[in-house]
């Protein structure tokens, strides 16, 4: 069996971490992670076509990750999720968050937070390429540019 050279595959093997069903993971949780990851391709995107300063790498970036930026794409993608997928959405966008965004509203907030609920459970199951996929989906189909 050929070994995965994955991030996540080196993450838990260099840090020793035990395998965990990932159904036990609140939808929040996810969301935790998925929002990290989440920009985590949308700086590298962004770096790797533009060497430019801080600054015009933070604006760029910054009107991706937004709430209400993340509930367009959400909404753009939602009838290309499996059933899976939309299943984890719904958790993730159902959830009962204890804290609440500072520039959106709260129905963006949710949609956004199930869209990173989504993306954090596709990172956990070594799924990037399929994350990569609805996030091209997403900006092309909400006509955002990187």
Known sequence: MEEKNSLLALLKKEFDCREID?????P?????LGDCIYDLVIRTVVVER???SPNTLHNKKSR???AE???????AIADE??????AVYKRGRNAKSYSSAKNAS????RKATGLEALYGYLYLTDRMDRMIELVKLSLKKTGMEL
């Open 64 to 66: 991706l990750v937004k």
């Open 50 to 52: 533009a060497n430019t």
């Open 106 to 109: 709260i129905t963006d907030y």
């Open 22 to 26: 990932i159904r036990t993971y609140s």
């Open 81 to 86: 999720l499996t059933e899976e997928e939309l």
């Open 28 to 32: 929040l949780t996810l969301a935790f």
């Open 69 to 75: 930026t993340q509930a367009a794409m959400a909404e």
